[in-house]
């Protein structure tokens, strides 16, 4: 079965540090990945998706990348984090090509910047 | 623009009870919505799906239902239980883009013992 691994699952980080989340996915091939970041008692919003390796597709302008060094791992940075940065970020993968499938989510990882 | 949002951000209900938690969405043309469920700390976990093509689809304990007419996606929970208490999400699937979900802000469903 497919399973996605999300870390750390939280972080504590100063205002202009650095960031690096990491995603990986087991059990399939080729999937699309999704980045999202959720607001305390919001919905989710979508911040980068990527169908294959080195093919990132950004949704919102913001002080974030993505990257896809493979198959089935999924990378979100920042050189310099922001006070705005701070969220509950979720990686999501689906099948690839599949036009309706559901994404399936990690179980997230909480960002606190100071 | 479209939007998907739901009737009640909290619905509080006894255990045993049937839940129905309602979302509305704008874009007539979305043909795939999902039901999501999200405890406190985790991320969202699928429950259900349905194709604009059909009115109903049951799983185990629940069922999705589809007007399109009214635009309107309901999930129903029967016998809830304690550990059917999180958030409720639905998504749609945006026109055109075969790969973006639109997500609703959520539904806190509390069972109450």
């Known amino acids: 079965s497919q399973t996605i691994h999300q870390w750390p699952a939280t972080l504590v980080q100063p205002v202009g540090s650095p960031l690096s989340l990491e995603c990986t996915v087991e059990g399939t091939s080729n999937p699309n990945l999704y980045w999202y970041r959720q607001a305390a008692g919001r919905g989710l919003q979508l911040l980068f998706y990527s169908v294959g390796i080195g093919q990132i597709s950004s949704e919102v302008p913001q002080n974030l990348s993505a990257s896809r060094p493979q198959d089935r791992q999924f990378i979100l940075s920042s050189k310099k984090l922001l006070l705005s940065d701070s969220g509950f970020y979720l990686c999501?993968?689906?099948?690839?090509?599949?036009?309706?499938?559901?994404?399936?989510f990690g179980d997230g990882t909480r960002l606190s910047i100071l | 623009g479209e939007s998907v949002g739901l009737h009640l951000p909290t619905l509080s209900v006894q255990e045993g009870d049937n839940s129905i938690i309602n979302c509305a969405y704008s874009n007539s043309a979305s043909d795939y919505f999902i039901w999501y469920k999200q405890e406190s700390g985790k991320g969202p976990q699928f429950i259900i799906d349905?194709?604009?093509?059909?009115d109903k689809r049951q799983g185990q304990r629940v069922t999705v239902l589809l007007n399109k007419t009214v635009k309107h996606l309901s999930l129903q929970i029967a016998a809830t239980q304690p550990g059917d208490s999180a958030v409720y999400f639905c998504?749609?699937?945006?026109?055109?883009?075969?790969?973006?979900?639109?997500f609703g802000s959520g539904t806190q469903l509390t069972v109450l013992p």
């Open positions: 998504a749609e699937r945006v026109l055109g883009s075969a790969r973006q979900l639109t």
């Open positions: 999501a993968w689906s099948v690839a090509g599949g036009r309706n499938q559901p994404q399936h």
């Open positions: 349905i194709r604009s093509n059909m």
